[in-house]
């Protein structure tokens, strides 16, 4: 399967272009930004020798979805989506923090909780609770990139208004905003049958000032969901939750001796394995946004996207 797993455009009126893990984010004059989502898979950190086919289209178009669906709370940065695997909006200054909220104990904060942690970025976890149970209301654990690195790391809200990362006027706003978007995306997840189990937002500040939310939202990247069938059983029975996010790769990696750790390899993955993970990201979509998946014209991915790109430019001009 053709897969788009790097680019090297040269838009009309490009000034820089930064490549991130999965989206390449490409700046235009007048403030515009061109974001490609490619078909990379990144896991522990790590990007994935091969590409999973339609990955890019499937997070671009459910991250458009659900900015469309949430316009009326927040305002975000997106303008138009002039190919399946790109989003076109206007450049902000990124906040150096993420915004986490967890409405379940899963992922990062269970594993803290295991270890016997209580307290999850100045934020008190109830005792008595089990992996996968619900918090008794949403919180919201920040994260920040660490100084060396790409890891992101935990931060209290105290933290950051100490070393005055936001202001505590602006961070008041992205906490607001950050429960309004969760318990849309929570109320969208329930007509599904799925529950928002957690997920990140990022937010930026446009040149007049006013706060956006950027990059991806309630994606399969950056959240988790449950099943909401069955749920509550799978809790009373201790079992794992059937969960619709990238969690089955790594899960997949762990079994096969890879965690990110120094010296260890990423484990080859079959073409036949690829082939699965592209159908469960397809899964993954049409569950989370109620809609039959079409897939794009894959014959020549990087024309497909410069010829759509150039000819959104040069109509706005």
Sequence with gaps: MNTLTSTNFNFPGQKSVYHGKVR??????????VMIATDRLSAFDVVMPKGIPYKGQILN?????MMRDTED????WLTATPDPNVAVGEACQPYKVEMVIRGYLSGHAAREYKAGKRMLCGVPMPDGMKENDKFPEPIITPATKAEAGDHDEDISR?????RNIVSEEEYLKL??????????????????????VDTKYEFGKTKDGKIVLIDEIHTPDSSRYFYTDGYQERQDNNEPQKQLSKEFVRQWLIENGFQGLEGQQVP???DEYIETV?????ELYENITGETFIKADVSNIQNRIEQNVVKYIQLQQ
């Excluded at 390449?24 to 930004?33: A, F, G, I, M, S």
């Excluded at 709370?73 to 975000?76: A, E, R």
């Excluded at 105290?158 to 100490?162: F, H």
């Excluded at 906490?175 to 928002?196: H, M, N, P, V, W």
């Design 24 to 33: 390449e984010v490409y700046t235009l004059e007048n403030k515009t930004l």
């Design 158 to 162: 105290e933290e950051i208004l100490k």
């Design 175 to 196: 906490e607001d905003y950050t429960r309004k978007l969760f318990q849309r995306g929570t109320e969208i997840a329930a007509k599904r049958g799925l529950i928002l």
């Design 278 to 282: 592209s159908e469960r990201y397809i």
């Design 73 to 76: 709370l927040v305002p975000n």
């Design 268 to 270: 080859e993955m079959s």
């Design 61 to 65: 178009q459910i991250a458009t979805k």
